[in-house]
């Protein structure tokens, strides 16, 4: 299986250069026959025929969208007002001139010979008006330009309203019946029945016919909105009307053909006056340019080849257009292609969310153009493959993506695996087909919706293009292990994450985001924890919606996340964003599948903050206890570099009902309120979403203690554990919900929709040489795997923080963290100079376990021990006199001389022999060996 993976991969590889060198070829004739935008002419009736012979959903698909338009259709025989009148037109004022202005409609002007369609009401969704049933639209709704809706307030009041409340009820109006148009169109097509084309035509003409007078919007403020607006709507990536209506046209050619072949012309201007619209304006460098790309795509397929018109705009001339051509505001899909993808790690440089989005268009583009243009297109988008598989990194053990950024929870999406599968079967590529098929089965069954069998369902898509898709007995499903590896870092949007365990209940990640990419927050370096089957310090997601105030006062600022605010201002831009994390140190290496030590993961990210120019450093460490037990290691330094630093702020939110701080001698704090924590003291506006908020003095270690009930299942803790410093200030808090949870799913909605619990941690001045140190252990019940958290320092260096970390089983784990790697520490029988280390001995047993160098150059406990030359990561474990070792550069080792005199010490490895050296070092006597670099192997001491 490998093997052929390699060799997939190495082909696409090799075509990578080549094919961004060229452009992207275009068939010279598309032929004149319709439909062939989602079948095809000669073959689609006879192949749906036999789709619904044999396939019920078919059957079933065919019949339920008869249902759903028959009763409309019947009645437009003997009314064929009725339906028409609901279109949102300007029936009466037949303006061509739209003006808009911060995000809203203001005013028509000018007059065209027919109604032409009414532009929406705002760019923002939100609304405090309802989207009423068919049913309920008033029949020609244009009463000196106002509309009917009803209040979503109390008495749910019918009201005549200004446009620019609506939100983007009018477009939405529109998309539902145009699409009842579709249905009807397909019928007709498929049955020939006339009364179906008479309806789809009656709708589609005046809708098309009414927008081809209608001219671009202006914008007022001749601002930014101007280059984003499209003909139906503020946003060039919301005409989404074009789905249905491209395809209404495509099944109904032959109708209009027939009956009102005059018109041909005037839909073929206004489809392409729209597609010239959808280039020019718009976001060329994110999602944006895959959207309107698909929206344009549509349109080409659906005209006549260039020669057939005037002025030489047809078919080709708009693929060209998206496939080549990059303009100010719409890039080449083989230029966003490249700009987008790193071709290294396959990471698409905007949030999850967003990135699972835009690999289902590029995948999607792929079969489009198998079914319109007969030509395999993927050889020419070289990095998609890898794309593909590197989705599943975004995965929690619950399955479930990360949040951050402008991200829900939720799956992967499983589109893109099928859609190459299907690519494969048409050109007989039995190694993608295996590929594909295999990570698709592994896929479905990780999936955090166990039920979620395909990204594709029964219904009109299904019918045209992707139904349901068989997949083979003989290709077995692999392990979520096959395509998620420990750690994953994604430059490009800043990004990083560790792993410890995929098992779901058992399984531990932590997840960590700057601000680089589209879709970013201002965060600075945050984190999200998981723990006992749920994402416990969740992202705040996106609050209402893009546009109110709450996401840009709160959600996606600094007080939002798990992360240090600076002087209570620490804030940049957000949505494109480019504030970098560097990756300092990372073990596992990134993206490393094997041969590495698995009781330790560890990672430490720097972050310049931009508004008050500070370094920020964030250590972070998963260490495993055992299989059902393992806690997170944090540590997060921050200062400004011109010193005056007033304070630097350690937020961390958790999901639960309830949060109590207890000092270290479990009594509980009694925290007072307190008017801290607000914009009046110049402080970030999004402290002011905080309430309930209470605070104590203390320089002391404390914890706190995050309970989280789910009714029907065992309750949740997430213990929190922190060193203290002089000069600190604890709050606990209650912070807005996280919006990052989609509806009753992965939890229920009541306790998504609780206020997150929340710790604040004030060091009054700079917080480098008194970072903030914490320990967290997410549990079940009060099932506790640790005893005691104590501290321990080294007078010489007063960046460094050491953790003694006692488990119930009697193991004790000793925690090294520093900033001077030249700066050697002891402490009991422990040696260590380097950035971070951890020593794991246990009285009850053995004694020593295990040593891990994270980074650094010396490691030492009671005669164990790592020396390198240079900075690196190794480990060292012992269980009954079996050694594992890992060391990612050669390295001197060490272990306790207890062997007979005499005897030479060798070490067999790897089928090679390493002589040891006998050695005293004040009194300690002591066995090296010149450790070659290698992934972890096993060995045993040997006397010779």
């Not at 927050?521 to 969740?538: F, R």
């Not at 990672?603 to 997170?632: C, H, K, W």
């Amino acid at each position: 299986m490998k093997h052929i993976a390699i060799l997939f991969f190495v082909f696409f590889s090799l075509a990578f250069l080549k094919s961004f060198a060229q452009e992207i070829s275009i068939p010279e004739n598309i032929g004149s026959a319709h439909p062939r935008l989602l079948t095809q002419a000669k073959t689609g009736k006879t192949e749906l025929n036999i789709l619904i012979s044999k396939e019920e959903w078919a059957k079933n698909s065919i019949e339920t969208i008869k249902k759903n338009i028959d009763g409309y259709v019947t009645r437009h025989q003997s009314d064929s007002s009725w339906m028409v009148s609901r279109l949102q037109m300007y029936w009466k004022t037949h303006y061509t001139d739209v003006q808009i202005k911060n995000g809203a409609y203001v005013s028509g002007s000018g007059y065209a010979p027919i109604p032409t369609v009414r532009f929406t009401g705002t760019r923002d969704a939100a609304s405090a008006y309802m989207r009423p049933k068919l049913e309920d639209v008033k029949p020609y709704m244009d009463e000196k330009g106002k509309i009917y809706l009803q209040n979503k307030g109390a008495g749910n009041n019918w009201e005549w309203i200004d446009p620019s409340k609506s939100g983007r009820i009018v477009e939405a109006i529109n998309i539902e019946i145009v699409t009842k148009a579709r249905d009807a169109a397909m019928l007709y097509w498929f049955t020939g029945d006339e009364k179906y084309g008479k309806f789809a035509y009656d709708i589609f003409n005046t809708y098309l016919s009414g927008m081809y007078y209608r001219k671009e919007p202006v914008d007022l403020n001749k601002g930014h909105d101007q280059t984003l607006v499209g003909f139906s709507s503020f946003e060039v990536i919301h005409e989404d009307v074009l789905e249905p209506l491209t395809a209404c046209y495509d099944f109904l050619y032959g109708y209009i053909q027939k009956y009102h072949k005059p018109k041909l012309d005037t839909y073929a201007t206004a489809f392409k006056n729209w597609a010239d619209i959808i280039i020019k304006n718009g976001v060329p460098f994110n999602n944006w340019n895959l959207i309107e790309a698909r929206f344009v795509l549509n349109i080409a397929i659906i005209l006549e080849n260039n020669k057939q018109y005037l002025d030489g705009k047809g078919c080709q001339y708009y693929l060209d257009q998206v496939l080549n051509k990059t303009h100010t505001r719409q890039w080449a899909l083989k230029d966003i292609l490249q700009r987008g993808y790193d071709a290294k790690t396959g990471i698409w440089f905007e949030s999850p969310g967003y990135s699972t989005g835009v690999l289902t268009d590029f995948t999607g583009f792929i079969n489009f153009f198998d079914r319109t243009l007969h030509t395999d297109f993927l050889p020419q988008m070289p990095v998609i493959p890898l794309a593909v598989l590197a989705q599943a990194q975004y995965l929690y053990p619950n399955g479930s993506i990360v949040g951050f950024g402008d991200t829900h929870y939720g799956s992967i999406r499983m589109e893109p695996m099928e859609h190459l599968i299907r690519n494969a079967r048409l050109y007989k590529k039995y190694d993608q087909e295996e590929v594909y098929t295999r990570m698709l089965k592994t896929m479905r069954d990780f999936s955090m919706n166990k039920k979620q069998q395909s990204g594709e369902r029964a219904g009109f898509g299904a019918l045209f293009g992707n139904p349901p898709l068989a997949l083979p007995e003989k290709i077995k499903g692999g392990l979520p292990e096959d395509y998620i590896t420990a750690t994953f870092w994604a430059p490009n949007v800043g990004w990083l994450v560790q792993r410890n365990g995929l098992d779901e209940k058992n399984g531990l990640m932590v997840s960590q985001a700057g601000s680089m990419g589209n879709h970013a927050h201002s965060n600075g370096i945050a984190m999200e924890l998981y723990g006992k089957g749920i994402i416990l310090a969740p992202e705040g997601g996106i609050g209402s919606s893009y546009f109110q105030a709450d996401y840009e006062e709160y959600y996606a600022q600094f007080p939002a996340h798990n992360t240090v605010v600076v002087d209570g201002i620490s804030a940049y831009p957000t949505m494109k964003s480019n504030h970098a994390l560097q990756l300092q140190h990372l073990y596992p290496a990134s993206n490393q599948k094997t041969g590495y030590f698995k009781a330790v993961t560890f990672s430490e990210l720097s972050f310049l903050e931009p508004e008050t120019n500070s370094d920020q450093n964030r250590m972070m460490s998963i260490i495993r206890i055992n299989d059902s037990a393992g806690y997170y290691v944090d540590i997060f330094r921050s200062k400004k570099k011109l010193g005056k630093d007033k304070y630097h702020d350690y937020i961390y939110h958790n999901l639960g009902q309830n949060l109590s701080i207890f000092n270290s001698s479990n009594q509980k704090l009694e925290l007072q309120p307190t008017e801290k924590l607000t914009f009046a003291n110049e402080e970030l506006m999004g402290y002011d979403y905080w309430y309930d908020k209470k605070e104590v003095h203390t320089g002391a270690d404390f914890k706190a203690v995050f309970n989280l009930n789910i009714p029907d299942q065992k309750s949740i803790q997430m213990k929190m554990w922190m060193k203290g410093y002089p000069n600190r200030e604890v709050f606990s808090v209650k912070a807005p919900p996280s919006k990052s949870w989609r509806k009753n799913e992965l939890i229920s909605d009541d306790i998504a929709n609780l206020p997150l619990p929340t710790v604040v941690v004030r060091q009054n001045g700079a917080a480098w040489n008194k970072p903030f140190a914490a320990i967290y252990e997410p549990t079940a019940s009060e099932n506790s795997a640790l005893s005691e958290i104590s501290s321990f320092n080294n007078g010489k260096d007063s960046t460094f923080v050491g953790l003694k970390v006692r488990h119930k089983t009697g193991a004790t784990d000793y925690i090294f963290s520093g900033t001077n790697e030249t700066q050697m520490t002891t402490f009991s029988k422990s040696r260590f100079k380097g950035n971070y280390g951890v020593i794991r001995k246990n009285e009850t047993k053995s004694g020593f376990e295990f040593i891990f160098l994270g980074s650094g150059t010396a490691l030492q406990y009671s005669g164990y021990g790592l020396n390198a030359k240079s900075s690196c990561s190794a480990a060292l474990s012992v269980k009954n006199n079996e050694f594992s070792f890992t060391s990612e550069q050669p390295i001197q080792l060490l272990v306790p001389d207890v062997y007979p005199a005499g005897k030479k010490i060798l070490i067999v490895m790897n089928g090679k022999t390493i002589d040891g050296k006998r050695q005293q070092i004040n009194r300690l006597k002591q066995v090296t060996f010149d450790m070659p670099k290698t992934v972890l192997s096993q060995f045993t001491i040997k006397e010779h």
